[in-house]
C-alpha cells in the first residue's frame, strides 16, 4: 500500500478525498535539462508554505485532495531507462540517427510501460468514482491519462493544452514517447479528442507547423500573435473570450510549465523566452471554470528540481498552480 504524501498542509486519505492526484516521477528521455522526475515531491513540500484563504477563491481542501506516492518500481525503471538513453541523447546531439536501434527499441519499450501503467491507474481512480489529476514528471506522462480520456469519451472531448512547445513531433532523437511528441501521440490515437487548443507555443519546427495546418482540430495561438494582438490594443480578457468557444463541454487541461515565462520556473528542462504571465494563467482557469466547460481531469508537467532543496522556487511556483487547478476542478 503506497502512502499518501502530505499536500497543502493536509494528509487525505483516498477514500475521504473527493481529487485524487497520480504522481509521475518521470523524466527518462528528457532531451536538455533534467529534474523533472523530482517534481511531485517538491511541490508536495513546497505546498504546505502557502495561505489558503482568498477573497477571490474558496479553500477546497476540505474536499479532500490525495497526492499519492509513487511506487518505488517506477523510480527504479526512470533511473533505469534515463540511464540507457543519456548517450543517445548525446549521441543525436553530435550524429543525428547514430544511435544502437536495439538500445533504442529497449527504451521506447520501458516508456510504453510508463504510459500503460499511468493509464492502468488512472482507470482505476476512475471507477473509483473520484476526480483526478496528474503531476509529472515530463510531459509524455500526460499520454496515458488522455488515452483512458479518448477512450472513454470516444473522442467528446477537448484539451486546453498550455505549452512553450506544440509537442507534435512524429518522434524526438527517436523516442516514441517524448515530451516533444505527446500531442501527435493524442492526435493519431483512434479517438482523437474533437478540439486541442494551443496556447503559448514559440519553439516549434516546421513538421510541427504543417501538422497543424493539416488539422482542423488543432487551434495553436503562437505566442508571438498573442503578444502583437495585446501589443496593439486587444485586451487579455478578449482573447480569452474568444478561445473559450473553441473548446467543448468536457475538457481536460495539459499545462506543461514553461508555457509560462521563465523566471517562473527557471529549471524546467526546455525554458524558452516568452510565455504567459502566472496572472494570465489565474485569469484564464477562473474565466474557464466559469464557462460552458466541464473540467473532467488535468495535468500539471515539467516542474523540475535540480537538488534536494524544498524551497526552490519552481516547486513554490508549481504549488499554487497545482492548487488552482484543483480548485476549478472542485468548484
Not at 486519505?13 to 533534467?34: D, N
Not at 487551434?219 to 473548446?247: N, R, Y
Not at 471554470?289 to 524544498?310: M, W
Request: include cysteine; charge should be negative.
Amino acid at each position: 500500500m503506497r502512502k499518501n504524501l502530505n499536500l497543502f498542509g493536509y494528509t487525505s486519505s483516498y477514500e475521504e478525498s473527493e481529487l485524487i492526484l497520480l504522481s509521475v516521477p518521470w523524466s527518462a528521455t528528457a532531451s536538455f535539462g533534467g529534474g523533472t522526475d523530482k517534481g511531485p515531491e517538491m511541490i508536495a513540500q513546497a505546498s504546505s508554505q502557502m495561505d489558503f484563504f482568498s477573497i477571490e477563491a474558496e479553500d477546497v481542501r476540505d474536499q479532500g485532495i490525495c497526492l499519492l506516492s509513487s511506487p518505488d518500481f517506477l523510480k527504479t525503471l526512470n533511473k533505469q531507462t534515463r540511464d540507457k538513453a543519456l548517450p543517445i541523447i548525446q549521441l543525436e546531439e553530435a550524429a543525428p540517427g547514430n544511435f544502437p536501434k536495439s538500445l533504442l527499441e529497449e527504451i521506447n519499450r520501458t516508456c510504453h510501460q510508463m504510459v500503460k501503467w499511468v493509464y492502468e491507474e488512472i482507470k482505476k481512480i476512475h471507477k473509483s468514482g473520484k476526480k483526478f489529476g496528474l503531476v509529472g514528471g515530463d510531459h509524455s506522462t500526460s499520454e496515458g491519462v488522455i488515452q483512458y480520456f479518448s477512450e472513454l469519451y470516444q473522442g467528446d472531448f477537448g484539451i486546453l493544452h498550455i505549452d512553450a512547445h506544440a509537442d507534435l513531433r512524429n518522434s524526438y532523437q527517436g523516442f516514441q514517447h517524448s515530451h516533444a511528441s505527446v500531442m501527435y501521440n493524442v492526435m493519431n490515437q483512434p479517438y482523437p479528442p474533437a478540439s486541442l487548443v494551443q496556447l503559448g507555443v514559440r519553439d516549434y519546427c516546421e513538421e510541427e507547423y504543417l501538422f497543424i495546418k493539416e488539422n482542423k482540430n488543432i487551434h495553436t495561438f503562437f505566442d508571438s500573435k498573442i503578444k502583437a494582438a495585446l501589443f496593439e490594443g486587444k485586451t487579455w480578457k478578449s482573447f480569452v473570450e474568444s478561445l473559450i468557444p473553441l473548446l467543448p463541454e468536457n475538457i481536460y487541461i495539459s499545462l506543461d510549465v514553461d508555457g509560462l515565462e521563465p523566471h517562473l520556473f527557471p529549471h524546467t528542462g526546455t525554458p524558452v523566452p516568452g510565455g504567459l504571465s502566472f496572472a494570465q494563467t489565474e485569469y484564464l482557469l477562473n474565466k474557464l471554470s466559469q464557462s460552458h466547460c466541464q473540467i473532467i481531469g488535468f495535468d500539471l508537467v515539467e516542474v523540475a528540481a535540480p537538488n534536494e532543496d524544498k524551497n526552490i522556487w519552481d516547486a513554490q511556483t508549481g504549488a499554487r498552480l497545482l492548487y488552482k487547478l484543483c480548485q476549478i476542478i472542485l468548484k
